[in-house]
């Protein structure tokens, strides 16, 4: 007697199912290979960063250094104490302070970019840049000290993003749009008192050195300015991290995640909060890094896709990675170091004109 449809099912199903679970599986193993040479990317990096310079030290010193100082191996000092010096103290902090800064501003840059629905979106268009470098230069003009310089930064970058935020409510709500315009007008503000600031500094002390801070570089930063440095841009990536699934469906709009359930407030609250720490640590140790939040999320869109659960670890890796080796660049490629935001605007600008060509205006 011949099968019946439901027995010919019984047949036909298992075959399909056995086929759906190797794509899937095929899929996380290569899901898997990705995300371990993302992870690795960065540190391939950070190891070029430690014998790369004016002053080039052997990789197998520098191997012996680590392994002397961090890992306590008792191991034969057979390099000399300037080589220890320039790579533990010198290079070292740098590398790990330009990682952070990378992964912290793309992590931003993909945050504000699912909230906004923008394409065009930084880290810094709630005015955190216009605000911690008017209280860096403040603190310069009034001869304050490096610690000085870096607190007015940090506290006058919270400033500004917490004038935009109360700004932009309207009955007891904050719409994006708002958000946009208001930190427009409090980034003009800054922007402002800033320029006065530089028309009312000495000409052959002080302008020189707001304009080289506002330039970005990692030059000032110590060993010792590191646990301070990076405990903000930490904290607030972690913070990100957590909600990052929540960013797919703000991406929808807002009428459209509150229909979800999603309480909107309170997620760009926390967003605007992570991102504003983070970046006011940023320019208050480092200066003003533009389009690395901008450029670094648009690429790993390209990579992995727009769901922000694979994009924003994605960014984050791409993005120390990125900047250790713009770093690098900036130490080599001339005698007097060159300005991190230089090099970052002349590779950024031209890549997103490449990235926008490419995807014809269109994004995830």
């Not at 950070?46 to 197998?60: E, K, Q, T």
């Not at 208001?182 to 020189?208: C, H, I, N, R, W």
């Not at 469906?249 to 760009?268: D, F, V, Y």
Request: net charge neutral; aromatic share 10%.
């Amino acid at each position: 007697m011949g099968k019946t449809c439901s027995e010919a099912d019984k047949d036909v199903i298992p075959l399909e199912k056995h086929i759906y679970l190797d794509d899937k599986s095929e899929e996380d193993t290569v899901s898997r290979k990705k995300a371990v040479l993302l992870i690795i990317f960065p540190f391939i990096f950070f190891f070029i960063s430690l014998f790369l310079g004016r002053h080039v030290i052997d990789p197998v010193t520098v191997l012996k250094i680590l392994a002397h100082k961090l890992m306590f191996f008792p191991l034969e000092q057979t390099w000399t104490d300037a080589a220890e010096t320039v790579v533990m103290r010198v290079r070292m902090p740098r590398a790990i302070m330009a990682g952070a800064v990378g992964a912290g501003l793309s992590i931003s840059g993909a945050a504000f970019q699912g909230m906004f629905h923008n394409p065009l979106v930084s880290p810094f268009i709630l005015g955190v840049s216009a605000g911690a470098g008017f209280g860096a230069a403040l603190a310069i003009v009034l001869n304050g000290s490096m610690v000085m310089i870096q607190l007015l930064a940090f506290t006058f970058g919270i400033i500004a993003v917490a004038i935009t935020y109360f700004t932009s409510r309207i009955y007891k709500t904050a719409p994006i749009l708002m958000l946009v315009l208001s930190g427009m007008v409090v980034s003009a503000f800054f922007q402002s008192l800033l320029s006065l600031l530089k028309y009312l500094a000495d000409t052959e002390d002080k302008l020189p050195a707001i304009l080289f801070w506002l330039m970005g570089s990692m030059s000032s930063v110590g060993l010792e300015d590191l646990p301070i440095a990076l405990l903000p841009v930490i904290a607030g990536s972690v913070g990100l991290l957590l909600i990052r699934w929540r960013f797919n469906i703000l991406s929808m709009g807002e009428p459209e995640a509150r229909a979800m359930g999603i309480n909107t407030e309170l997620i760009k609250g926390i967003t605007i909060f992570c991102t504003t720490i983070i970046s006011s640590s940023i320019v208050a140790f480092c200066g003003i890094i533009g389009w690395v939040g901008l450029v670094i999320p648009h690429l790993c869109r390209m990579l992995v896709g727009p769901d922000h659960r694979v994009l924003m670890p994605t960014s984050l890796c791409i993005g120390a990675a990125y900047l250790i080796l713009i770093d690098n660049l900036s130490r080599i490629i001339s005698p007097a170091e060159v300005p991190l935001g230089i090099l970052t605007a002349m590779v950024g600008a031209p890549f997103f004109a490449f990235l926008l060509r490419k995807t014809k205006g269109g994004w995830g």
